[in-house]
T-cell receptor, first 117, second 114 residues
């Protein structure tokens, strides 16, 4: 499973509270991603990182921020959680390398189920 | 931006029969098409992929075909088994601003009936 872990695995929180999800990888992969998975929508990209302190927005970034201070950690923060952010969140990594821009495999973490009441 | 449509959303087959899942994409610049399998409560995992310079790829009971002209690609599973039951996601990928931009389909829930 490419040494990718996520914490917490489950979280229930209330509207308006801040929440931080952590993705940790031991593979030294350069690229890291945060997706959310919702019924009928598949996987949608929130933010991604192409190196330490290098991040950019995905297609559903509103209400989320990220940080990457070390190669192995990628944090996703919901500054003020809303019920619409109830979802399953997946972190993914990619090695980069020569084949990266031609397309290669993404490795996913086990997911975090977040419920915002 | 890229739009990936996937059909059907659910599929039930008898064990031993074949299953076909179809996807279309809109951006002709997409050049890499992976398929991921997600078992219930688990993470998505790559099962097969194909690049735009290849029309077909096979790995044991799984095959993928790509028609660049029509912008569609399909996953074929032969001799289905109960352990094939899962949600399958197609995706289309292209290079965009120095990173691999991947757009996923909405998923197909495959049920193999013993």
């Amino acid at each position: 499973d490419a040494g990718i872990t996520q914490s917490p695995r489950h979280k229930v929180t209330e509207t308006g509270t801040p929440v931080t999800l952590r993705c940790h990888q031991t593979e030294n992969h350069r690229y890291m991603y945060w997706y959310r998975q919702d019924p009928g929508h598949g996987l949608r990209l929130i933010h991604y990182s192409y190196g330490v302190k290098d991040t950019d927005k995905g297609e559903v970034s509103d209400g989320y921020s990220v940080s990457r201070s070390k190669t192995e950690d990628f944090l996703l923060t919901l500054e003020s959680a809303t019920s619409s952010q109830t979802s399953v969140y997946f972190c993914a990594t990619n090695t980069g390398g020569r084949e990266y821009l031609d397309g290669n495999e993404q490795f996913f973490g086990p997911g975090t189920r977040l419920t915002v009441l | 931006g890229e739009n990936v449509e996937q059909h059907p959303s659910t599929l039930s087959v008898q064990e031993g029969d074949s299953a076909v899942i179809k996807c279309t994409y809109s951006d002709s610049a997409s050049n890499y098409f992976p398929w991921y399998k997600q078992e219930l409560g688990k993470r998505p995992q790559l099962i097969i992929d194909i690049r735009s310079n290849v029309g077909e790829k096979k790995d044991q009971r799984i095959a993928v075909t790509l028609n660049k002209t029509a912008k569609h690609f399909s996953l074929h599973i032969t001799e289905t088994q109960p352990e094939d039951s899962a949600v399958y996601f197609c995706a289309a990928s292209k290079e965009s601003g120095g990173y691999q931009k991947v757009t996923f389909g909405t998923g197909t829930k495959l049920q193999v009936i013993p």
